[in-house]
T-cell receptor, first 115, second 116 residues
Framework: AQTVTQSQPEMSVQEAETVTLSCTYD???????LFWYKQPPSRQMILVIR??????QNATENRFSVNFQKAAKSFSLKISDSQLGDAAMYFC????????????FGKGTKLTVNP | DAGVIQSPRHEVTEMGQEVTLRCKPI?????LFWYRQTMMRGLELLIY????????DSGMPEDRFSAKMPNASFSTLKIQPSEPRDSAVYFC??????????????FGPGTRLTVL
């Protein structure tokens, strides 16, 4: 069974600074996808960034980038130039292939952005 | 597209009552998922459908929970009878399994259920 672990229940960052959220995962599958979702106070789950396990290059979406370390099963999210609107819960998730579409989530990290 | 639509957004009911949550997936999507979010357990997958057929219901907590997908544009999650421990936010998500979508799941706004 897959597991996803986010070891930081809460993080804070100053506006315009950079913050990194940690995530480790465990799966026996060789083909899988990794995701970071953002959940603001509105509750809406918003996809931030995705990474295919077969790609060595780290995914980047504007101010958001990941550090994907496949051997270490680590998938951290870096937010550059943090903005007040980045304040939210962030969830790391893993989806394995091979006939199942089950997305397994970590417990989340609450990010506070200080002005 | 309007995205995934869920109703109601908020539901308050008394223990023992039947609760029905509704979901309309994004048109053309062939997967539909029901999740439950609580502080204690986080986000849990309850059940998912592919082409209206239930594929995996191993996350459904007990027989009080049931889900149906009578057609490609509608699904329900029913709890009968409801209990206070069922209080949570219930999310519906849909997906289209193609290479270009990379298995992204699109979430609805959720239904906050409170069972008194």
């Amino acid at each position: 069974a897959q597991t996803v672990t986010q070891s930081q229940p809460e993080m804070s960052v100053q506006e315009a600074e950079t913050v990194t959220l940690s995530c480790t995962y465990d799966t026996s599958e060789s083909d899988y996808y990794l995701f970071w979702y953002k959940q603001p106070p509105s509750r809406q789950m918003i996809l931030v960034i995705r990474q295919e396990a077969y790609k060595q290059q780290n995914a980047t979406e504007n101010r958001f980038s990941v550090n994907f370390q496949k051997a270490a099963k680590s998938f951290s999210l870096k937010i550059s130039d943090s903005q007040l609107g980045d304040a939210a819960m962030y969830f790391c998730a893993c989806l394995t292939q091979g006939g199942s579409e089950k997305l397994v989530f970590g417990k989340g990290t609450k990010l506070t952005v200080n002005p | 597209d309007a995205g995934v639509i869920q109703s109601p957004r908020h539901e308050v009911t008394e223990m023992g009552q039947e609760v029905t949550l509704r979901c309309k997936p994004i048109s053309g999507h062939d997967y539909l998922f029901w999740y439950r979010q609580t502080m204690m357990r986080g986000l849990e997958l309850l059940i998912y459908f592919n082409n209206n057929v239930p594929i995996d219901d191993s996350g459904m907590p007990e027989d009080r929970f049931s889900a149906k997908m009578p057609n490609a544009s509608f699904s329900t999650l029913k709890i009968q009878p409801s209990e206070p421990r069922d209080s949570a936010v219930y999310f519906c998500a849909s997906a289209l399994l193609t290479v270009s979508y990379h298995n992204e799941q699109f979430f609805g706004p959720g239904t906050r259920l409170t069972v008194l």
